[in-house]
């Protein structure tokens, strides 16, 4: 009997001293922490102090809806990448939204109510300022300074908090190969306006990007009459970088001022020839602001959209990014393709400063090009 009685007590006192020396699940939030959630919460955001409080939310949220703007390949290797690091998400749902009719169709949705179930919605730069109203005010960038999300600031914008863009994208010039040699191609963006390259010699986009992006470096008014100096070189006006590379890739065009390391690469792994390239010109163009996601406002599944754009800005995840976009992994990645392009050039950086503007200077340059302003 008493031997039961002392069992039962070193049984109980050996319980009492594991539950003692075991690691809590939640740490007490730093004082730090805690007075950057009373600031957060008094300008209205949400802002949690740790990130196990997000884990354990999203685990029983357990699904997940996003609208997003990658390309189709890249959906099923970021799903199953984000079900290995949170088991507990066993259901999800991704649907593209690509084109203006499309993005345009679903902010309408978002606007009327309709877009319920939907966490993530994707955010295209010339409807930014429309989706703000509609995005769950999450203090992204105090949480990420703080480290209670590991996401880079830079890819937060700056004033609203809570918008991610994890991707970027780099502007260089394209050119064929066997129709061009690698000499002959621009260095400098003034070399377009040569005397040799009059006359349907390159390719240039009616809303180009390029020269757009051009503007945080060279200010609007240098931009403006830069376009208007290609626009007397009689360029063959083109619609759509892919469209174009295609073009270029079958022989039409050998010099296309505009496109992308990542479009060219596409193009590139359908030629065995491998005619294509590009070459970067500076101030090499960079917006560091490529594709920008919010969590939406009625969201069912908060916790777990805030943990999918902290996966989407991992290595993990921006390595799938370079991958299957392809290079479009962030600027602010070490080691990812578009930053090794970068380094050490110098850049023109369209920045979240730029960002809510840039439909501005591209409505400018179409001007400037000599096209009239179609009415909206």
Do not use: C
């Not at 999450?138 to 863009?165: Q, T």
């Not at 469209?243 to 065995?272: C, F």
Request: proline residues 5%; hydrophobic residues 40%.
């Amino acid at each position: 009997m008493m031997i039961s009685v002392l069992n039962k007590i070193v049984g109980s006192f050996t319980l009492f001293l594991l539950f003692m020396l075991a690691p809590t699940h939640a740490v007490a939030a730093s004082p730090t922490l805690v007075q950057a959630k009373k600031e957060a919460e008094a300008k209205g955001y949400i802002f949690f102090t740790t990130h196990d409080e997000i884990v354990a939310m999203a685990k029983k949220e357990g699904k997940l809806r996003v609208m997003t703007g990658f390309e189709t390949q890249t959906l099923k290797p970021l799903i199953n990448a984000f079900k290995q690091r949170y088991p507990f998400m066993t259901d999800i749902r991704v649907e593209v939204v690509q084109g203006a009719a499309a993005q345009q169709r679903a902010v309408l949705e978002i606007k009327s109510g309709q877009a319920k179930g939907w966490d993530i919605t994707h955010i295209s730069r010339e409807l930014a300022s429309e989706h703000i109203p509609y995005l769950m005010k999450h203090d992204i960038l105090e949480m990420a300074k703080h480290g209670v999300l590991k996401i880079h600031p830079g890819m937060i914008h700056p004033f609203e908090k809570n918008i991610v863009s994890v991707t970027s994208s780099i502007t260089v010039v394209s050119y064929n190969k066997k129709l061009i040699s690698d000499d002959k191609v621009p260095a400098q963006w003034e070399g377009f306006l040569r005397p040799e390259f009059k006359g349907k010699k390159f390719v240039l986009e009616l809303q180009s990007t390029a020269i757009a992006s051009l503007v945080p470096a060279w200010g609007l008014e240098r931009t403006l009459d830069f376009a208007r100096k290609l626009a007397a070189q009689q360029p063959v006006w083109g619609s759509g970088s892919r469209r174009i590379t295609t073009a270029m890739l079958a022989g039409e065009h050998s010099l296309y001022l505009g496109g992308s390391p990542g479009g060219v690469k596409r193009a590139m792994d359908k030629d065995p020839t491998r005619s294509l390239s590009y070459k970067l010109v500076e101030p090499v163009p960079t917006r560091i602001i490529d594709q920008a996601s919010g969590v939406l406002n009625p969201a069912d599944h908060p916790h777990a959209a805030l943990l999918f754009l902290e996966f989407l800005a991992s290595p993990e995840g921006q390595e799938i990014l370079d991958k299957y976009e392809p290079l479009r992994a962030s600027v602010f990645t070490s080691g990812s393709v578009t930053e090794q392009m970068t380094r050490g050039k110098k850049l023109s950086v369209v920045d979240w400063n730029h960002y809510t503007r840039y439909q501005e200077y591209m409505d400018k340059i179409f001007a400037a090009f000599g096209f009239p302003k179609a009415d909206k």
